[in-house]
């Protein structure tokens, strides 16, 4: 069998599974506030909305029809276990956060909803440095994976309906 006879059953036998590669998600709205989108989560999520959405990210909430607020972002660190001798042997870390979406006139995209992930990571003394290195990479990946669950979130959204007086 020749390779392109192969790449091409390849093809259609992921074709054929349904699956798709992440991209494109649909939001139920065109344009988003995201405050602080310059910093931290801000930006990493007006990346990824610019990439993956066809939403865009604007500066001024007045001229968007959906903003997202983040209430609470919290970094934890627990001891899980020690040794023998009392030292730490292993630690438990820790990401939360909170947010919600809605249109700016009290009707919501997204109810306030919070993400916790949560890490294990094993600790020696001898390699210091590298733990600190491990342990912020670690957090940037939860970061990183609460940011695609807000994405998620966001494409399931509904429209809000006009409050009925």
């Known amino acids: 069998m020749s390779s392109r006879a192969l790449l091409l059953l390849l093809a259609l036998l992921v074709a054929g599974c349904g699956f798709r590669l992440r991209g494109s998600v649909d939001v139920p709205f065109e344009t988003l506030y995201v405050p602080d989108a310059m910093s931290g989560i801000g930006l990493?999520?007006?990346?990824?909305?610019?990439?993956?959405?066809?939403?865009?990210?604007?500066?001024?909430?007045?001229?968007?029809?959906?903003?997202?607020?983040?209430s609470n972002e919290s970094r934890?660190?627990?001891?899980?276990?020690?040794?023998?001798?009392?030292?730490?042997?292993e630690f438990q870390?820790?990401?939360q956060l909170s947010f919600r979406v809605h249109d700016g006139k009290g009707s919501e995209y997204?109810?306030?909803?919070?993400?916790?992930l949560i890490r294990e990571m094993t600790f020696q003394d001898t390699q210091i440095l590298a733990k600190?290195?491990?342990?912020?990479?670690?957090?940037?990946?939860?970061?990183?994976e609460a940011v695609q669950q807000i994405l998620r979130r966001m494409s399931g959204a509904q429209k809000p309906r006009p409050k009925v007086e």
């Not at 934890?76 to 042997?89: K, M, N, P, Y």
């Not at 997204?110 to 916790?116: D, G, N, Q």
């Not at 600190?132 to 990183?144: G, I, K, V, Y």
């Open 110 to 116: 997204l109810p306030s909803t919070t993400i916790a």
């Open 132 to 144: 600190e290195a491990e342990e912020q990479l670690l957090f940037r990946d939860m970061q990183a």
């Open 76 to 89: 934890g660190r627990e001891i899980l276990t020690l040794s023998g001798a009392g030292r730490v042997s």
């Open 44 to 70: 990493d999520l007006k990346r990824h909305l610019e990439a993956g959405t066809s939403a865009r990210v604007v500066n001024d909430p007045k001229q968007a029809q959906a903003i997202l607020q983040i």
């Open 93 to 95: 870390l820790r990401y």
